[in-house]
């Protein structure tokens, strides 16, 4: 596989220098602050190669049916996306039914496909037209449809002044929206604008103090009363925008009370979502060491292994982390039968990793205790993504998992064809591909 940097740089894409600025930085910061996080479904190893499927259900299941079902036209699915474009823009004499028919053609499209040069001149004449369909919600499904639209048209072509036109219609939504369904997509497309669409970083934290006051209501302050859809929307886009964030001590007392009350939500999905927030969080509480640092010490972990001193510990999490390991030690074991089978493997498979994360903030998703024979230390992280049978991606940091997962929402299958085309994604994770030999 040729080197994924190499493609995206040589690839052309005009990207605002203003847009590529604040991207670029965030995606620095993800990467050299206070170690960051990623991850809403667990994929410890995906095979993305032409699987359209959004497995995510962001949204009602009869929209991802939709866009699965949607016709796509290999050979000219340029002319296919112009003609859906131009019925987007061109509501009159349409159809909820027809509307929706577009829409789900419309982004199948652009999960399938990457099309900026086919969108952007587009854009200033779309973004109006999807937003009459939010505002009117003349149907469960259009409004749905049209906010999945809006998400994948700022991946594919980011703007910084999007941010702006549309927030005051997405913050509508899902605080006003009769649908859960909606708040839910709503809150997603809302992070995306605010990653891809010019939000600054304190418009940024402003979007992720609103989702935890949410939070802390169990929805009930947006008319979501314990919407285990709506809780774990919530909790999935404020660990994606906190990726993006490089300090988040002033944040973290608040948001860990709110977390460790979410995890005895009767959801599974708002349990995990808010762990995998709590492990970001402890991750984000060390830092690589610096130069003015105390010289590293030799320690061992409990069975007389070398632990990692290459990061320092900042500042203190939560202060009854006791509690909180016995909290995340019975989900990691839970074995009520009230809970679903899938259900429980998923709680196991996710507090084992949170779990190791407090106890050892160092240490990322699917840590694995094993040595490693040729080198005496433990294999570590784990949790790869398989990219088309030939290569894989680490995914050996929180950060990296909620970023992964948040692209993956929006993307779907088609995640594999954006991060090998879309700078903007690449940049977003930039995690170079391993070639299997």
């Known amino acids: ?40 479904s667990r994929h410890g190893s995906d095979d993305e190669e032409g699987n359209m499927s959004d497995s995510t259900n962001w949204s009602i299941n009869s929209i991802d049916d939709m866009i699965l079902s949607s016709p796509d036209n290999p050979t000219d699915w340029k002319q296919d996306l112009a003609d859906r474009m131009e019925e987007i823009i061109d509501r009159k004499r349409s159809s909820i039914q027809g509307r929706e028919a ?98 600054s970083d304190r418009e940024i934290e402003e979007i992720m103090d609103d989702f935890l006051e949410v939070i802390e209501s169990d929805g009930e302050s947006v008319g979501a009363g314990d919407s285990g859809e709506v809780v774990a929307a919530l909790c999935e886009e ?50 690589e060491r610096e130069a003015d640092d105390a010289p590293a010490t030799e320690e061992e972990d409990e069975e007389g292994y070398p632990i990692d001193q290459s990061y320092v510990k900042r500042y203190e999490v939560y202060r009854q982390k006791n509690q909180l390991e016995h909290t995340l030690s019975k989900l990691a074991n839970e074995s009520s039968k009230r809970i679903a089978k899938k259900d429980r493997k998923a709680l196991h498979a996710s507090f084992a990793d ?31 993504v398989r990219i088309h049978k030939t290569g894989s991606m ?35 994770l930039p995690i170079m591909i391993s070639t299997d030999r």
């Not at 499209?109 to 009117?136: G, T, W």
């Not at 779990?355 to 694995?368: A, D, K, M, S």
Request: charged letters at 25%; a neutral charge.
């Open 1 to 40: 596989m040729r080197d994924l940097r190499r493609q995206a740089l040589e690839s052309g894409k005009t990207v605002s220098k203003k847009a590529q600025s604040r991207m670029s930085s965030r995606t620095s910061s993800a990467a050299n602050s206070r170690s960051n996080s990623t991850n809403p």
């Open 102 to 199: 577009t829409l789900a053609a419309y982004t199948h499209i652009l999960m399938s496909r990457y099309a900026f040069s086919e969108i952007e001149h587009k854009l200033s004449e779309l973004y109006p037209a999807l937003l009459k369909s939010i505002k009117a919600e003349s149907s469960e499904k259009e409004t749905c449809l049209a906010l999945k639209a809006i998400a994948l048209s700022l991946i594919t072509a980011p703007s910084d002044a999007a941010y702006d036109a549309i927030f005051r219609a997405l913050k509508h939504a899902y605080t006003d929206s009769e649908y859960h369904s909606v708040k839910a997509a709503a809150i997603h497309t809302l992070a995306a604008a605010a990653m891809y669409g010019g939000a």
């Open 238 to 287: 404020w660990g994606f925008l906190a990726t993006s964030i490089d300090d988040v001590e002033d944040k973290t007392e608040a948001a860990m009370d709110a977390f460790v009350e979410q995890l005895d939500s009767s959801d599974t999905s708002v349990q995990v979502a808010a762990g995998e927030n709590i492990a970001l969080l402890y991750e984000k509480s060390y830092t």
């Open 354 to 384: 949170i779990l190791n994360t407090v106890e050892h903030p160092w240490r990322g998703p699917r840590y694995q205790n094993a040595i490693d024979q040729e080198t005496g230390r433990r294999y570590g992280s784990r949790m790869t």
């Open 394 to 428: 680490k995914i050996d940091r929180w950060w990296k998992l909620h970023r992964l997962q948040a692209l993956r929402r929006v993307l779907g299958g088609g995640f594999v064809v954006h991060y090998e085309n879309n700078e903007v994604v690449f940049d977003s």
